[in-house]
């Protein structure tokens, strides 16, 4: 019933900047919480940053703080993660994470607090 699906994950150079498209198909988006989170191969999945639509909050993990930017589009039903400075140490495939069931609180950056996931898309970063 609702889908998710990332693109914009590119190969670029240590400084650059990249934004990531999540576009949401089905569903009411504009009361769902969502997140980005990356994995890197043979490690866990990562939170990266999430937006809670019950105050307009953003949330960030520390490593991508005052470099990364989660926003959203309520008519385009998407989220966005604007990201600056990039660091091999960014490398990934980022996926977009979507609450779609809000029950309380919002432990944004726990894997289990969302309903669905995108497939994810690929960001790799030279130095």
């Known amino acids: 019933q609702v889908q998710l699906v990332e693109s914009g994950g590119d190969l670029v150079q240590a400084g650059d900047s990249l934004t990531l498209s999540c576009v949401v198909s089905?569903?009411?988006?504009?009361?769902?919480?969502m997140a980005w989170f990356r994995q890197a191969p043979g490690k866990e999945r990562q939170f990266v940053a999430a937006?809670?639509?019950?105050?307009?909050?953003?949330f960030y993990a520390e490593s991508v703080k005052g470099r990364f930017t989660i926003s959203r589009d309520n008519v385009k039903k998407a989220i966005y993660l604007q990201m600056n400075s990039l660091k091999p140490e960014d490398t990934a495939v980022y996926f977009c994470?979507?609450?779609?069931?809000?029950?309380?609180?919002?432990?944004?950056?726990?894997?289990?607090?969302?309903?669905?996931w995108g497939q994810g898309t690929q960001v790799t970063v030279s130095s």
């Open positions: 089905g569903g009411t988006f504009s009361t769902y919480g």
């Open positions: 994470a979507a609450e779609a069931d809000y029950d309380g609180g919002f432990q944004y950056s726990k894997t289990f607090t969302y309903d669905y």
């Open positions: 937006h809670s639509w019950t105050n307009g909050n953003a």
